[in-house]
């Protein structure tokens, strides 16, 4: 069973930047792909960006591009999400997915484990 730990977050005001970690843990084999959701109370998780050390394959969800980058230290097998330019609207909980075997990435119902998620706070 995969264990993902993410850090990183916490409250900054509009324009500026954090920094999310996500650490895999407890695997036989590395992820295929790993990604970030975030999600708002009452709203459905959506996916912000995925990476997958095989494919080299990198995708963000449009809202973030440009702002956001996703990178990956398999020495650390841990995922990073850069987040600059950041806006009230990004104001969410942050969750590290990993084990993508749905065809579509953004999609929640298509990855198999799942961090405890990590708060981000945007104020303006």
């Known amino acids: 069973q995969v264990q993902l730990v993410e850090s990183g977050g916490g409250s900054v005001q509009a324009g500026g930047s954090l920094r999310l970690s996500c650490t895999a843990s407890?695997?036989?084999?590395?992820?295929?792909?790993m990604g970030w959701f975030r999600q708002a109370a009452g709203q459905e998780r959506e996916g912000v960006a995925i990476?997958?050390?095989?494919?080299?394959?990198?995708r963000y969800a449009d809202s973030v591009k440009g702002r956001f980058t996703i990178s990956q230290d398999n020495d650390k097998n841990t995922v990073y999400l850069q987040m600059n330019l950041l806006k009230p609207e990004d104001t969410r909980m942050y969750y590290c997915a990993a084990e993508l075997w749905g065809r579509t990435w953004f999609r929640a119902d298509g990855w198999n484990y799942w961090g405890q998620g990590t708060q981000v706070t945007v104020s303006s």
């Open positions: 407890k695997y036989t084999r590395s992820p295929n792909c």
């Open positions: 990476i997958c050390a095989g494919t080299r394959e990198i």
